[in-house]
């Protein structure tokens, strides 16, 4: 394969899924861990992504900027995101998870909504501060500096004190048989307290990740209420989510 073919790839993977694992892209591609790493920092000296400990990392997940310049399939989150605002009645509590399209969502929220917003994403409170009928609350605990969201036993202490009306999360991976999953299982147990914390959970997925999956299970797919993608709900693609007792918008 052509040193032009792998980068495309890395690229791709990279956008799509927020942040992959050299050992998973070695693997994929069938070549050692040193030539996805030469790739990645050729990439990143690109400025095309950014290199990480152990991997890398997208730039419109690792660096908030108002222009969105770096967001990947930014018109399929836009659409995601207006759609999951359909959802959200005056005067709710909501959690709003990490991720680019959880954070278009938050761009997008009508400044005359009167909500009250928790969150455990540092770009996504940044952004609700924009909102003044917004009340924000921010989850603390450690912090990852990848995706600047707030994770580990103190985050997952405070989401257990919660019972939101909507939690609006995202998801690396997404398979109807296997569920939701994730590389990560520090983000996975995360996640877990998340969906734990709301009476109704809503997964936001561009179609991309649909039916692909990875090492840790976050939850069974029926564990959802509600799953938003940009596509039609009555979308062939979308057939194998709808014996799981899950709606889908």
């Keep these: 394969m052509l040193k032009e073919e792998r980068q495309r790839i890395i690229l791709n993977e990279v956008e799509l899924h927020n942040k992959v694992l050299l050992t998973d892209i070695a693997e994929q591609l069938a070549v050692s861990i040193d030539t996805v790493r030469r790739d990645v920092k050729e990439l990143d000296g690109e400025q095309k992504l950014r290199k990480v400990h152990g991997g890398a990392v997208s730039l419109g997940f690792a660096n908030y900027s108002p222009s969105r310049a770096n967001v990947y399939a930014l018109d399929k989150k836009t659409t995601i995101a207006e759609k999951a605002i359909k ?47 917004v009340d924000t609350i921010f989850i603390g605990g450690n912090l ?23 939690a609006f999360i995202g998801t690396g991976y997404v398979d109807a048989a296997f569920g939701l999953t994730e590389f990560d299982w520090d983000i996975v147990q995360t996640k877990k307290a998340v969906i ?36 039609p709900a009555d979308h062939r693609d979308l057939n194998p989510f709808k014996n799981q007792e899950i709606t889908i918008v």
């Design 196 to 231: 734990k914390a709301a009476k109704k959970s809503v997964l936001l997925c561009i179609s991309e990740k649909l039916s692909s999956q990875h090492r840790y299970k976050t939850c069974d797919v029926r564990q959802i209420h509600t799953m938003v993608t940009e596509l």
């Design 144 to 166: 990852s500096k990848d995706s600047q969201i707030s994770y580990g036993a103190n985050t997952i202490n405070n989401l257990s004190q919660l019972k939101v009306d909507w």
């Design 87 to 133: 959802l959200i009645k005056a005067n709710s509590v909501i959690l709003i998870d990490g991720g680019t399209t959880c954070l278009e969502l938050a761009r997008l929220l009508p400044q005359h909504l009167h909500l009250t917003c928790f969150t455990l994403s540092l770009p996504v409170a940044m952004e609700l501060l924009n909102k003044p009928n």
